[in-house]
């Protein structure tokens, strides 16, 4: 879910940059233009300012796909979750992904759908 708010703000921000950059240059093209009818280099941002947006939108980009391939990951994770009865005296043994373990229910690695009961106890182990 983070990530997808992210990615709409990084997308947002962009166009927002987008807009202001030609709002800009056809303003100031123009007024640019000398008595020779050639552009000038007023119009244009400077050349540090082109480079730090180009490289503050790559790292951006970059920061939001590592941070996708890791939640992906973690959510791929095989672990043991040992479920025990209010009793105590019952327990059963299985492997599943982090991702399909929810409060209710959870999918074993082998497809096996499995709902819990509100008293029983989930023991989650990371392998």
């Avoid at 980009?61 to 996708?68: A, F, K, R, V």
């Avoid at 082998?110 to 509100?118: A, D, L």
């Amino acid at each position: 879910m983070l990530t997808k708010i992210l990615l709409t703000l990084l997308v947002v921000i962009g166009a927002w940059f987008l807009l202001l950059k030609r709002g800009r240059s056809v303003g100031s093209q123009s007024q640019s233009i000398n008595n020779q009818g050639r552009l000038t280099m007023e119009s244009y941002a400077p050349l540090w300012r082109r480079y730090f947006m180009t490289g503050l939108f790559v790292l951006i980009g970059i920061c939001i796909l590592s941070y996708s391939v890791w939640y992906w990951r973690d959510q791929h994770k095989v672990v043991t979750v040992t479920i025990v009865s209010p009793t105590g005296i019952h327990s059963g043994v299985y492997q599943a992904r982090k991702g399909d373990i929810s409060e209710a229910k959870m999918v074993t690695v082998e497809g096996i759908h499995i709902r819990f009961s509100t008293a029983e106890r989930l023991e989650i182990l990371e392998d």
